[in-house]
């Protein structure tokens, strides 16, 4: 594992309980990441993960041990913590994110009731593919935003022109092949990608000298 200053830990989670459009445009961040920037990288699919919902039973909070839950979130919360910046995809499900991306999103309460600053200025962004060319990305994309601003953390998109909100993609049902074929998406992703490098690179050195 490197502390080299320019070299970034980047997170890919994608909340798709499929290994297709989601998994596909992930995996494209992650390799983007690695070839260009040097990224060290690591990953984490919701397809065939045991995934139990908060319960808001408190037991984080009351103990700060963690969750009562013992499922595959525990290994996912490891790979939070090991990382400088994530990239978050979901498919769109009823015009926003899928449950399985709200779920892994609601149980991270309980690592920050063991330390509210445990993600603090970790960079975040944010891709989602719907079946419909406009079928609920951007809120989508909102949603992760702003469970990154709750928790501390940067969101970045690839900026105006291209890359609004982060990466927007249009699967046509189709999965991965026909992902891979969204030109516009993928350079979204790309722009959203190094936004995402950059920014974590500047805040390394900018902790580096506090
Ligand atoms: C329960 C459910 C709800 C969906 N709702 C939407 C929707 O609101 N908008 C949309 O564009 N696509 C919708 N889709 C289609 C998926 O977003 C699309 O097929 C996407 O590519 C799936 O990603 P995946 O291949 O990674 O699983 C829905 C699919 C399912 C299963």
Redesign the pocket.
């Known amino acids: 594992m490197s502390d080299d200053n320019n070299t970034i830990k980047l997170l890919g989670i ?1 909340g ?3 290994k ?4 596909y445009i992930i995996r494209e961040a992650l390799k983007h990441a690695e070839e260009k920037y040097s990224a060290e990288t690591d990953y984490f699919s919701a397809s065939g993960k045991e995934l139990k919902f908060c319960i808001h039973c408190d037991y984080c909070i009351r103990t700060q041990k963690g969750c009562i839950h013992e499922d595959d979130i525990v290994d996912l919360y490891e790979k939070m913590k090991w990382a400088d910046a994530w990239i978050i995809g979901t ?5 926003t994110l899928s449950a399985q991306t709200k779920t892994i999103m609601d149980r991270c309460r309980a690592v920050v009731a063991q330390d509210p600053k445990v993600f603090l200025n970790k960079v975040g962004a944010a891709a989602a ?4 060319r406009v ?2 990305q951007e809120p989508a994309i909102q949603a992760i935003h702003n469970f990154y601003v709750i928790n501390e953390m940067l969101p970045v998109s690839g900026g105006s022109f291209g890359s609004n909100l982060g990466g927007t993609f249009w ?1 046509k ?1 189709k ?1 991965g092949e026909v ?1 891979g074929e969204d030109e516009e998406g993928l350079r979204g992703l790309r722009r959203t990608v190094k936004k995402l490098v950059k920014t974590a690179i500047l805040m390394k050195q900018v902790e580096k000298q506090d």
Do not use: C, L, N
């Not at 297709?20 to 998994?23: N, Q």
């Not at 498919?91 to 015009?95: I, R, S």
């Not at 593919?129 to 419909?132: A, F, H, P, S, W």
């Open positions: 994608s798709s309980p499929r297709k459009a989601t998994d498919p769109a499900y009823q015009g593919v719907g079946g419909d079928g609920g699967s049902d999965g992902v």
